[in-house]
């Protein structure tokens, strides 16, 4: 006998709103990146931190404010091991990471990067606050505006799934490091891809819904980062203390989806990269339940 799971119910329930066909075929190349952060700023703000554009990692399981300040405690916590160190962030956002650290270290430079205009716009409020913070427009790519051997330390949080060419940034960061330098990773991957054909769908609608091209699996990366010469320091599985974060966007998204009707007009009305949102929150609690994502945090050491 044939159950249906909670995932072939959404699917149905996206294709009562959406045409399926059409999300499947989104492109997140750059522009779209682009435009995506420049319209789903507001969404943000509203629903989950003007600063933080990341999930929470929630220690104790339950989800607080200051779990959003986890990820950069993480990074707090290697950078205590230099002196007056250079650090760079790919994708600053909207600088609140960089802010915080440049906070507690001001003997300390901090470099930030970022595609999205208006993510930066904060970036350079938080600068005037904090003269040893120095975010600009630039793709992680492509750090050649970085000297080699510059930096002590880079990090990235929750943005590098956003490359479809994750070995040049690896090999930029690489590059700009110094020798015995730290790079940390914090992000989102595939962990399975899934097995019936609507979880295959999800993850690709959850994909789509935050702007990438897809997610990469973990080991992939991994392998990606040793082959640039990276040696990994360390690994930590941190896919539960997530998903307290992704329940609460599962929340947000089945308002969005629970009367046809209000979906579609909600649609008619948001710019669809905004509206896309929606699917990631749908998916995300459930596809990290089934362990087909997960949430990794990663030391490198060049
Ligand atoms: C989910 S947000 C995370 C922002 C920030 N790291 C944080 O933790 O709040 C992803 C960021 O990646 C940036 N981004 C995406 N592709 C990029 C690229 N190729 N180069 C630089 N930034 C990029 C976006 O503009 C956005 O600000």
């Avoid at 362990?291 to 990794?296: C, L, V």
């Amino acid at each position: 006998m044939y159950f249906e799971s909670k995932i072939d119910k959404r699917v149905q329930k996206v294709k009562a709103i959406f045409d399926l066909k059409r999300l499947l075929e989104i492109n997140a190349d750059k522009n779209y990146i682009k435009k995506y952060y420049a319209v789903s700023g507001i969404f943000y703000s509203l629903f989950h931190s003007s600063d933080f554009i990341h999930m929470g990692i929630s220690r104790d399981g339950r989800y607080k404010r200051s779990d959003l300040l986890e990820a950069v405690r993480v990074i707090e916590k290697k950078a205590e091991n230099f002196k007056n160190a250079d650090v760079l962030e790919l994708a600053t956002g909207r600088g609140a990471n960089s802010f915080y650290l440049a906070k507690k270290f001001p003997e300390f430079e901090f470099f930030g990067v970022d595609i999205s205009k208006e993510q930066l716009n904060h970036a350079y409020n938080k600068q005037k606050k904090a003269p040893n913070y120095h975010p600009d427009l630039g793709d992680f790519h492509n750090l050649s505006k970085f000297k080699d051997n510059t930096f002590e330390l880079v990090f990235v949080i929750e943005s590098l799934c956003h490359s479809t060419n994750k070995q040049k940034v690896l090999k930029e960061a690489g590059r700009v490091l110094k020798k015995g330098g730290l790079f940390i990773v914090i992000d989102g991957y595939l962990n399975t891809p899934g097995t019936t054909e609507n979880e295959k769908i999800a993850v690709k609608l959850t994909a789509a819904g935050m702007a990438l091209k897809g997610f990469e699996h973990y080991k992939i990366f991994v392998k990606k980062a040793v082959k640039t010469g990276f040696k990994v320091l360390s690994e930590e599985d941190a896919t539960e203390c997530v998903l307290p974060t992704m329940k609460w966007f599962e929340f947000l998204a089945k308002c969005f989806f629970y009367y046809t009707w209000l979906g579609k007009f909600i649609s008619k009305i948001f710019p669809k990269e905004f509206i896309y949102n929606a699917l990631s929150g749908y998916f995300l609690a459930e596809l990290t339940k089934k362990k087909i994502f997960t949430y990794m945090i990663t030391v490198l050491k060049k």
